[in-house]
């Protein structure tokens, strides 16, 4: 920043650097045209700034003010929620720009700045954004700084310097308000996100529809084993139960339901933490079977599902135990075998004969069942992510034509089959597996995992998981889709699993973010009221967090005062400066109070000039306070004891309003 | 000894009319072993005050008027072959004398200004072989014109801050002027001055200056207006370190001349002017009597610690 710059133009460079920096955050999330007038506004003002000529009038301002409104409502169709606002203040900052004279509004352009900066931090926080915001607060205080007092700071990085010391001086103050300023249950971050494009699985599955099963490495749950870890063959994880058939699609069933019998547990318990990202629906995924909803923000359902009031729409946590295996006592009801079995009419008519003929030779279900999956490991079928269409009646175009597919078209032709030899079955879509992450220590489940299986009624078992899939493709149960298919894995991820040290990265930047997400970004009220308890209160409520947040905010004032109790000390006047003080107000009832950067003697002077009645005793105040402030040292003693008269005087020291005898 | 001072300084009243605080403030320049630059118009007297500080000090003084053609030669002196002893005889030039007055040190080349101002800060002149210690006291006033003229080389802001401090003398006020008109010439009344002191008396002076008391509040003070010149956002340039030692050793010899044992803030302010006002330049502008101002706004904004 060379000399020559008008001083005006300091502050408003940083006031362009904040608020460009802010626009930055949004850039990519922002209409092209916002943008671009923010770029605009700014190049249109350093120019103006330059050539000292004249902002434009308000009438223009106005009517810019409202073309851009209209444009940011016809873009986005409302003014309000994130996106919108975030807009909308990006074009009204930048049109604020054009009206900024005096300092004022450079604060008013910080305070968007700094509100575009919380804006980025409501849309994203992931950990690579955490450096971008530290630099954009940093540079919105050097800005604060420079406008505030332009004359100390010089160049560039006396400012950056001075907002990083003041920020690192904050930091404690700002973990101990993270850790005990009372949260609302619920994330923190939470709000209404308006892109609700993510991906996932759907509420009913049509495999012939389908022709190429997406790839993708997207998470979709991170989950991490309290205890025991269940074998890959077990590790089903249950997601939408699909009941319904008309033939091509499986749906989730809407409206029936049917009470099902009791059940009773067997095999270990596995207890593990889900951390389910967002998918827009409103199920959750849990181990089969799970005993109880983890909290009261979700129900379980009758098909041991777990159904939450809410959209996922944010990262959700929850711990939840499971056990493998159910028996049962009682039958079916009439009404839910009925809605299991049910077929539609006409439909698939060479899979309803071939099921007739092998349920009558099957002495009972289980072993139809066992037959219908040899069927599928004897015939030829194979498994491919990218099968052929599938004409109408496709279960039975499936069966004895085309016989390539993958996880939906098994399980929707073994629950066919089943339900067509009279065995109560239905389709659960879920995932399946999960990648281990030995840095994070959890699986690691991606929307790669997706997969799809069938659950049959057998008395006495209950429902009872069949994986038709893992008869064709074993493999498809203990390694991942892409062990399996490696042509079908993008580029990057075959990179990722076939060079072991980028595989290694990917796993611990995985972990690393998890990490992150968990520990700082969800940490709500009960990780609040976790840290509660382990600090050894019993019972964890509002009052503690509030007694601890006092108790640290006096701590943190007290190391503050601490680091600057020199400055402090220099502050506070001693004793003979209070004195000093205390003439100064004394002698400013006469008007003739001191100014700061008056010098003693000086000060005496002045008095004498004017109050010739004064002049005496404040010449001789006035000696006696040099000589003890400046003159060479004395004895301690002498000059404790010199000290205490020339207080003495001070505190006995009458003057008057005005020279005696009322001269006027 | 303070008593032959207030004398000096009461005898110099009677030659400069009108300028008591100028006075006092070239006494103190010459108490604390500076040297004093003087810019002003000509023939507000100038010369005259050089020539009685010298007359009433006791000292020895040279005259050396600069021109563009003077040589560092013709001030520091040359070596000149003896025929007789068959060797170089170093003749030395005016510098060697113990007030030299340097008239219109602007005028001269560069060159020559630097042979002058080495030697004021270094106290010494090296020739080929031989160094030579210039007399003690040895105290340079030198004159300049403020105004920009043709054939002038200004002094670059290194060599000012070589002169401790600056004064501008400044037209006499009515009364003055007419005492000035009705008892004519006054530099044809120096000749028959009695000195009042002598050169050991003005180097027992210059030591009694460095042993005036100087507090930890007073550095505090001191140090607190150097600062602000370094962080005002006007100023380009602050004090340097060594500015801020001849601003002590300035404040201490005002003490002493105003009879005191300690420095006191009022010491400080009353030289701040002429110490700082020729080393502070606005950023902004050019005008060189900026200084001065820029100097009384900082001691009118930096507080003195109660």
Known sequence: ?????????????????????????????????????????IALRLRLALRGARMPNVWLRAAVALLLTVGVFAGFRT??????????LVAMGSLKLLETRARRDDYVMLGVAFF??????????????????????????????????????????????LAGRALLFALPLAVLLFLFFPRLPGAFWALPNASGA??????????????????????????????????????????????????????????????EPAVGFDGPTYTYRVTLEPHGHNWWFALESVLAAPNRRVLLTMDRRLVAMEPVNEVVAYTASSRPRTHTGEPLSVLGRRYALALPAGQNPRTLALAARMRAAAPDAAAYARAALELFAREGFEYTLTPPKLAANAVDDFLFNTRRGFCGHYASAYATLMRAGGVPARVVTG??????????????????????????WLDGQGWTRIDPTGVVAPERLQRGLYDLMPGAASFATRMARETAWVGDLVQAWDAINTAWRQRVIEFGQASQFALLERLGFESPAWEQLGLLLGASLVGWLAWMGWRSRRWLRGARPDALARAWLTLGGKYARAGLARRPAEAPLAYAGRIAAARPDLAGGALALAREYVGLRYGPASDPREHELAARRFIRRVRGLRVSASPPGGSR | MSERLQQAIATLETIILGKPAQLRLAVACLLARGHLLIEDVPGVGKTTLAHALAQVFGLAWQRVQFTSDLLPADIIGVSVFDRNTQQFHFRKGPLFTQLLLADEVNRASPKAQSALLEAMEERQVSTDVTTYRLPDPFFVVATQNPREQAGTFALPESQLDRFLMRIQLGYPDAWHERALLREGERRELLPQLPPVLDAEHVLALQAAVRAIHVSDALLDYLQALIAHTRTHADIRIGLSPRAGQGLLRAAQAWAAISGRHAVLPDDVQAVFGAVAGHRLERRDAVDSADGQRLAELVAQAVPVPA
């Not at chain 1, 920096?21 to 999330?29: N, S």
């Not at chain 1, 003014?79 to 909308?88: E, I, R, Y």
Request: aromatic share 10%; hydrophobic share 50%.
């Open chain 1, 79 to 88: 003014l309000n929620g994130l996106a919108a606002g975030t807009a909308l």
């Open chain 1, 116 to 161: 575009l900066l919380l804006a980025a931090c409501l849309d994203r926080q992931g950990l690579t954004r955490v450096p971008l915001y530290l630099a954009q607060l940093t540079v919105n205080c050097a800005a604060l700084a420079v406008i505030a007092a332009p004359g100390p700071l010089a160049g560039v990085m006396a400012p950056l310097r």
């Open chain 1, 1 to 41: 920043m060379s000399p020559a710059w008008p001083a005006r133009l300091r502050p408003l460079a940083w006031t362009f650097a904040a608020f460009a920096g802010a626009v930055l955050l949004h850039v990519d999330r922002l209409p092209a045209w916002i943008s671009l007038f923010a770029l605009g506004a």
């Open chain 1, 431 to 456: 995932y399946l597996g999960g990648e281990w992450n030995p840095i994070g220590r959890y699986f690691l489940v991606k929307q790669s995992d997706a997969h799809a299986w069938v659950e049959i």
């Open chain 1, 198 to 259: 993510v991906t996932g699985l759907s509420e009913e599955m049509s495999p012939g529809q389908i022709d190429a099963l997406t790839d993708s490495d997207t998470p979709a749950f991170r989950v991490e084993f309290d205890g025991a870890i269940p074998p890959p063959n077990e590790r089903y994880w249950r997601g939408p139960v699909l009941s319904e058939f008309d033939g091509t699609t499986w749906r989730r069933e809407r409206g029936h339901y049917y009470p």
